[in-house]
């Protein structure tokens, strides 16, 4: 698709031939539709997506806390609104023992019920990953719907985490116009992501070799110097000089 728009916008003159001589590199976040990965929310959502399978797979589970969970997850929002943080310690530690809880039932259940092993078997990874994980680890799980979500920090003032996944960019250095979109997984550093989206955009193009990128500091230890000439523009340079356009 993104092919067809480039030759699009070649054809009918939007993008010319001499503006892709010069092309711009960086990277940014895709946001997913998530709600902020509180501990309390992750908890209360995830228990709740197990007890709706258990009762979908007819599994008798020895107590849902249906009525107790919603109660603690409503009073650790108000206690942590009114900075009563002992309090809200508290409720949230209800919340995990409640998961936990339904999470060791429900393996007791399936383990007389081999059929239902691969059904459970990612939810119940993803309870123990919810379970397990600390503040301070690695590859945390932010979202149950979407188990892919990444922390993403990329140094803005307004927002100093972004919650989805790193997209690199490569665009005309003239009109801005997208020649080259790639995602990746994790929160690589931008230096190793410059590579992958310069051959995207050298194969987009069809040529052997492209011609001046332009990167922010980030993308230092590139390695692409085999396939365009990567010129690293310092930070105090709010945009490319009139003569790249």
Not at 123 to 142: C, F, T, V
Request: overall charge positive; proline content about 2%.
């Amino acid at each position: 698709m993104l092919e067809q728009t480039i030759r699009a916008g070649l054809k009918t003159g939007i993008l010319k031939q001499h503006q892709l001589k010069r092309l711009v590199a960086d990277t940014t976040v895709q946001e997913k539709a998530i709600a902020f990965p509180t501990d309390a929310r992750l908890y209360h959502k995830m228990r709740l997506k197990l007890v709706k399978k258990a009762q979908l797979c007819d599994i008798e589970l020895r107590q849902s806390y249906h009525r107790v969970a919603k109660r603690a997850f409503v009073m650790q929002h108000r206690f942590s609104h009114a900075r009563h943080f002992k309090k809200a310690e508290r409720q949230l530690r209800r919340l995990k023992t409640y998961l936990g809880r339904v999470t060791r039932d429900i393996e007791r259940k399936i383990s007389q019920l081999p059929h239902l092993h691969q059904e459970f078997s990612p939810l119940l990874e993803m309870a123990q990953r919810l379970l397990s994980q600390k503040r301070d680890s690695k590859n945390k799980l932010y979202s149950i719907h979407a188990p892919e979500v990444n922390c993403i920090s990329k140094g803005k003032a307004h927002r100093k985490y972004e919650f989805g996944c790193k997209v690199g960019l490569v665009s005309a250095a003239g009109n801005a116009f997208i020649i080259g979109a790639i995602g990746f997984e994790g929160n690589p550093y931008d230096g190793h992501t410059l590579k992958a989206c310069l051959s995207q955009t050298m194969r987009l193009l069809n040529k052997n070799r492209l011609g001046d990128a332009y990167v922010d500091e980030g993308c230092k230890g590139h390695g692409c110097c085999d396939i365009a000439d990567v010129h690293i523009v310092r930070r105090g340079w709010r945009k490319l000089p009139a003569r790249f356009h």
